[in-house]
């Protein structure tokens, strides 16, 4: 265990309070996107709205690579603990989406298009040779939760979702309106991504409502979900830092170049 | 396991080379420090010059805590992996200097001392409700990495205490010059430190150079102490990013009050 073991199951405190209805439960997740997730974060404000020179935007998809190609393995460290078949047959579709079926065609590939549109070298993206360390713990971390916590904590994790298809469409709208490259072939992941989220929060979402039933439960399930949104936020303040204010990049980082020796390499 | 397995053991291409002598593995540890070492990191700077105000220095204090309390967890983490019992008794004196015998005079508590000296909530710093999720993210990095890696990786990644006196020593001065709380009382944890930090690290390079013996074993060690900067400089990163530049705290994280309403309060 990475995270301190309580010394007594639960939260303490709530063992008289009533559980939460099912509006109560919808409305403090909601809350906790409106106040906690990464849409707020000034970084993606610059980003959509073109306010980020080239190898910023460089430095972003360089990084949230390592996050995407982290995801199906969250999704298997996930499965390889539901006991239940049918639950993990339902999460498959996940890593399938992500993965691709044999033909290879998954998210992760159509991610590396927007890489290439950006005139990244793909082994090197592929390799996270640059990655910053704070996006490394970031995601690490969220996949130690999944490991770590309960089944029901690990898949409430995942309803930032229920927050992501504004964020999808905003970016998609921003891209294309402020970057020359940002075509269909660069923005093929976010597009398609639109879709399956929303497939996949659907499930996510009945299941944890289904299956919070204590007051304990609930709770656990909303600070699994702030826990997510400080994985999400805690990336973007290490991009923020390291290439936009201070502009200091840690040692060993990825250092873009200026647009015209890119361009001559 | 939270990092990718790699598909073969050892690093690619090091088969031929020979193993470096013992200078040459000094020197290469040597030159991490003065590459990556958090004493390069600008906060630390600003702390020692005496340029940070008072809420600043107190979110230094809070976030730090994290790592000091996370230390004996790391070295049990360790302990616990280990097959020699001389080895582990070796360690054990470094879970003891942290803790404290059973009178309760350890490091852990010394570190309180300066927190209650910056006028902290003691309840609240051991909480660690405030704490910066980029702390919290590179701290458990650290605790992760030493589970999963190999023993001989885990111990090298303490080896970080070789660049420690240094800092320790100018952190003295630099605080009982500049700050009217940095007294003997506040300042004990560091006085005390930079002995046992002598004494662990002199054991530790020593069991190291002794145990990687192959090119690989050798890179596996400097890879390892290059995790352990970054692990030491995400931390000041997120510090210098929530506090100084752009001074942008995340959500739910400590806000510092104004000395006024603090001294009221």
Request: one cysteine or more; proline letters at 6%.
């Amino acid at each position: 265990m990475i995270a301190p073991a309580p010394m007594v199951p639960g939260a303490p405190g709530t063992e008289t309070e009533p559980p939460r209805s099912e509006p109560e439960m919808l409305a403090a997740l909601s809350r906790i996107g409106e106040e906690r997730y990464h849409s707020l974060h000034p970084f993606h404000r610059l980003l959509h709205d073109g306010e980020l020179d080239h190898g910023q935007v460089q430095a972003w998809a360089l990084n949230r690579y390592y996050y995407q190609c982290s995801i199906p393995r969250k999704d298997l460290t996930l499965m390889a603990r539901i006991a239940d078949v049918d639950l993990r047959l339902e999460w498959r579709s996940r890593v399938i989406d992500h993965e691709g079926d044999m033909d290879g065609s998954g998210g992760l590939a159509r991610y590396l298009q927007l890489c290439e549109r950006l005139g990244l070298d793909l082994d090197y993206v592929r390799s996270c040779a640059g990655l910053l360390p704070g996006t490394r713990f970031a995601v690490d971390a969220y996949i130690a939760f999944v490991r770590e916590r309960s089944v029901l904590e690990a898949i409430a994790s995942s309803l930032t979702e229920l927050y992501a298809p504004a964020i999808h469409r905003e970016r998609i709208a921003g891209l294309s309106r402020h970057y020359a490259w940002a075509d269909d072939y660069a923005l093929a992941y976010f597009k398609k991504r639109i879709n399956q989220a929303r497939r996949d929060v659907d499930f996510g979402r009945a299941w944890v409502l289904r299956n919070a039933r204590t007051r304990a439960e609930q709770d656990a399930v909303l600070d699994a979900v702030r826990f997510k949104t400080d994985v999400l936020w805690a990336q973007l303040d290490a991009l923020h830092s390291a290439y936009v204010e201070p502009r200091r990049i840690p040692p060993g980082c990825f250092v873009p170049q200026p647009r015209d020796q890119e361009h001559a390499a």
